[in-house]
């Protein structure tokens, strides 16, 4: 089959080559029409000019290849800025001391602040309520706060504040009668409701401590411990030291299991 | 650039770039291209059209050309797929007055003898009538033959019909031109 087939391909070929022979020479004959200069000088400025249009739009292609890296920088800074914002308390506890207790308190530890006597019934009465965590001293809210930061939702939190609807209800419930004649002990009472939202919104609030401070105690006590100790080594460095150490011991007196830096822990 | 240089590398090297390449390739093809589109369409206004038309569409897509496809057969093959446009837009084939036009502005100076320059116009006209007379896709595939050379194979795939079309259309462009010769 292949074979009758190649021989009709070369007779197809000798045929086509017989009239080729004969009348190619007389279709050579024929006026051989060419494009005129006009056209040839068009069509050759067209080719220029695509190839030279060509580099410009180079860049452009490179610039769209970078873009995604672009983008991933962008991502890597906001999400190293926010770690920055964030993060202080967990990259500056030390070492030596285990992930989970970094800072804890023992729970039969009395508070370091005293506690308004008005705050105490209603934190407890709320955390009776509340199966999913107990109330806490004000002087350990951050340290419930970091550790409900890291233990996400695992497992329960055990000094967490009560986070439920009812047990902020209960908590932001009517101060009694008594704390009316002591607005100055009524903050704490009001903070409550203030620290449960941000603990609700936030991974990381401000420090119920700070809240919960009187206005006539050091103004550091409203910033974050880590940003306490940084204002105390600036008072020494201002030589500031008699500042520096009453601001130290007021640190020490609000968090007193809170383990100091090594330049700081032995300032008296 | 050398003369030896396959049209293929050509192609890429302006692809490329390669101005130089371009020039090369256009002053090969130009003739050849053009005679192909003005013997099809039988119109010189037209062919210039679709003349600059096929360079332009063979610069735009520079890029995409493999060098699978034989150039030649990819330059015909985009200018066959507009002259097809071309004759779905308008009548398809020329008539007599028409190619009697074409002979006159196409026509090459005269030899010196005057009856033997009357015998050659004669039969050079002959030969233009009877192409003119084919039907277009004979003469397609006739002038494809004596233009570029191409075999049926390469015929059958620059103009998408199967071969045995091609060898039909050949033969009978054939026997129809030597007919017309010999009256």
Same mark, same amino acid.
């Given at each position: 089959?292949?074979?009758?087939?190649?021989?009709?391909?070369?007779?197809?070929? /000798?045929?086509?080559?017989?009239?080729?022979?004969?009348?190619?020479?007389?279709?050579?004959?024929?006026?051989?029409?060419?494009?005129?200069?006009?056209?040839?000088?068009?069509?050759?400025?067209?080719?220029?000019?695509?190839?030279?249009?060509?580099?410009?739009?180079?860049?452009?292609?490179?610039?769209r290849n970078w873009m995604p890296v672009f983008g991933v920088?962008?991502?890597?800074?906001?999400?190293?800025?926010?770690?920055?914002?964030?993060?202080?308390?967990?990259?500056?506890?030390?070492?030596?001391?285990?992930?989970?207790?970094?800072?804890?308190?023992?729970?039969?530890?009395?508070?370091?602040?005293?506690?308004?006597?008005?705050?105490?019934?209603?934190?407890?009465?709320?955390?009776?309520?509340?199966?999913?965590?107990?109330?806490?001293?004000?002087?350990?809210?951050?340290?419930?706060?970091?550790?409900?930061?890291?233990?996400?939702?695992?497992?329960?939190?055990?000094?967490?504040?009560?986070?439920?609807?009812?047990?902020?209800?209960?908590?932001?419930?009517?101060?009694?009668?008594?704390?009316?004649?002591?607005?100055?002990?009524?903050?704490?009472?009001?903070?409550?409701?203030?620290?449960?939202?941000?603990?609700?919104?936030?991974?990381?609030?401000?420090?119920?401590?700070?809240?919960?401070?009187?206005?006539?105690?050091?103004?550091?006590?409203?910033?974050?411990?880590?940003?306490?100790?940084?204002?105390?080594?600036?008072?020494?460095?201002?030589?500031?030291?008699?500042?520096?150490?009453? /601001?130290?011991?007021?640190?020490?007196?609000?968090?007193?299991?809170?383990?100091?830096?090594?330049?700081?822990?032995?300032?008296? | 650039?050398?003369?030896?240089?396959?049209?293929?590398?050509?192609?890429?090297?302006?692809?490329?770039?390669?101005?130089?390449?371009?020039?090369?390739?256009?002053?090969?093809?130009?003739?050849?291209?053009?005679?192909?589109?003005?013997?099809?369409?039988?119109?010189?206004?037209?062919?210039?059209?679709?003349?600059?038309?096929?360079?332009?569409?063979?610069?735009?897509?520079?890029?995409?050309?493999?060098?699978?496809?034989?150039?030649?057969?990819?330059?015909?093959?985009?200018?066959?797929?507009?002259?097809?446009?071309?004759?779905?837009?308008?009548?398809?084939?020329?008539?007599?007055?028409?190619?009697?036009?074409?002979?006159?502005?196409?026509?090459?100076?005269?030899?010196?003898?005057?009856?033997?320059?009357? /015998?050659?116009?004669?039969?050079?006209?002959?030969?233009?009538?009877?192409?003119?007379?084919?039907?277009?896709?004979?003469?397609?595939?006739?002038?494809?033959?004596?233009?570029?050379?191409?075999?049926?194979?390469?015929?059958?795939?620059?103009?998408?019909?199967?071969?045995?079309?091609?060898?039909?259309?050949?033969?009978?462009?054939?026997?129809?031109?030597?007919?017309?010769?010999?009256?």
């Amino acid at each position: 089959m292949s074979g009758s087939n190649e021989k009709f391909e070369r007779d197809f070929e /000798s045929f086509l080559s017989d009239d080729d022979s004969r009348l190619a020479a007389l279709y050579r004959k024929l006026p051989q029409a060419e494009p005129d200069a006009r056209l040839d000088a068009a069509v050759r400025a067209q080719a220029h000019h695509a190839i030279a249009a060509t580099p410009a739009r180079a860049p452009v292609t490179a610039r769209r290849n970078w873009m995604p890296v672009f983008g991933v920088a962008a991502v890597v800074a906001l999400a190293v800025g926010f770690a920055f914002r964030l993060g202080p308390q967990l990259w500056q506890r030390p070492a030596s001391q285990p992930e989970a207790q970094p800072m804890a308190i023992p729970a039969a530890q009395p508070p370091a602040v005293p506690q308004p006597a008005e705050t105490a019934p209603v934190a407890q009465k709320a955390a009776a309520a509340d199966s999913a965590g107990t109330a806490v001293p004000e002087s350990r809210a951050p340290v419930a706060e970091l550790e409900k930061a890291e233990n996400a939702a695992s497992r329960p939190a055990p000094h967490a504040f009560p986070t439920s609807a009812r047990a902020m209800q209960r908590v932001a419930a009517p101060p009694p009668p008594a704390a009316e004649a002591k607005p100055a002990m009524q903050a704490p009472a009001m903070a409550e409701p203030m620290r449960a939202k941000r603990v609700e919104t936030e991974s990381a609030g401000a420090p119920a401590a700070a809240l919960a401070a009187p206005a006539t105690q050091d103004r550091n006590a409203s910033l974050y411990p880590e940003h306490w100790l940084a204002n105390i080594r600036q008072m020494l460095r201002d030589n500031r030291r008699e500042e520096a150490l009453r /601001s130290l011991a007021e640190f020490r007196k609000r968090y007193p299991d809170y383990r100091l830096p090594d330049d700081l822990r032995d300032l008296h | 650039m050398d003369a030896a240089y396959p049209d293929e590398k050509l192609m890429q090297a302006y692809a490329r770039g390669d101005l130089r390449a371009f020039d090369t390739l256009y002053a090969r093809s130009r003739g050849m291209l053009y005679r192909y589109i003005l013997r099809s369409v039988a119109d010189r206004a037209v062919a210039d059209e679709l003349f600059q038309e096929t360079w332009s569409r063979l610069i735009a897509a520079r890029e995409r050309y493999r060098v699978e496809a034989k150039f030649t057969t990819w330059l015909l093959q985009i200018a066959h797929n507009l002259v097809v446009d071309h004759f779905r837009r308008s009548r398809p084939q020329a008539g007599a007055e028409e190619t009697e036009t074409v002979m006159r502005e196409l026509d090459a100076p005269e030899s010196d003898r005057p009856e033997q320059a009357l /015998s050659d116009f004669e039969e050079r006209r002959r030969l233009q009538m009877a192409l003119d007379a084919l039907p277009a896709e004979q003469r397609e595939a006739f002038v494809l033959r004596m233009e570029s050379g191409l075999g049926v194979a390469e015929i059958a795939q620059m103009t998408g019909a199967g071969q045995e079309t091609v060898k039909s259309r050949l033969r009978y462009a054939f026997a129809k031109i030597r007919e017309r010769l010999a009256e």
